[in-house]
């Protein structure tokens, strides 16, 4: 008998304990809901200031010449990020670094796999495109809709510097292109 009772009094007093935890909850609520809009922007400003920390130590690493920690975090930690979430900023922001740094050192397998990533995720962002098609020329079966991407893409976007400059190269390029060259192997 006496541990029956000694179970309904800890049974009771556990539902004294919530109920209290929820009636100042809800007065928090109610009369104070500054305390919790802060409470919420500081663990969002916290989690978004971790993956900013973590973004510049890839980038870091990548500037050292190591392109496996940014290509890991953007595929682990950033994987399904979609444009307008919160980390979508930073992580076009690592997926520029990583596309730059691919394309000046001329690793055309990153370049291409994460140029076509990054154009896939946002096919409206105009730097993406131009990324992109200026990767497809690097191969030889892309390389035509590559071509006719980075004409239309151009004529379309008149004003933007990359786009000109990847089509200007591509046009201005000598006789002995893709075609011809191909014709020299066989």
Request: glycine share 4%.
């Amino acid at each position: 008998m006496r541990l029956t009772r000694n179970i309904k009094l800890a049974w009771n007093g556990f539902f004294l304990l919530m109920a209290a935890f929820f009636c100042g909850l809800a007065i928090l609520v109610f009369f104070f809901p500054a305390t919790i809009n802060n409470f919420a922007e500081s663990y969002k400003q916290n989690y978004v200031t971790q993956h900013r920390v973590m973004g510049e130590q890839v980038i870091k690493s990548l500037q050292q010449g190591n392109s496996v920690p940014i290509q890991n975090f953007l595929r682990d930690d950033l994987g399904e990020i979609k444009k307008g979430d919160r980390l979508y900023p930073i992580k076009r922001h690592l997926l520029l670094t990583l596309v730059q740094q691919s394309y000046k050192q001329q690793e055309y397998q990153i370049w291409v796999k994460w140029a076509k990533g990054w154009y896939q995720l946002d096919d409206r962002d105009v730097t993406a495109m131009a990324y992109y098609y200026a990767a497809l020329l690097q191969n030889d079966e892309d390389y035509e809709k590559g071509m006719l991407g980075l004409k239309d893409a151009s004529a379309r976007f008149p004003k933007h510097l990359l786009l000109r400059k990847f089509y200007q190269a591509q046009i201005s390029r000598p006789a002995i292109a893709k075609d011809q060259a191909q014709d020299a192997i066989n």
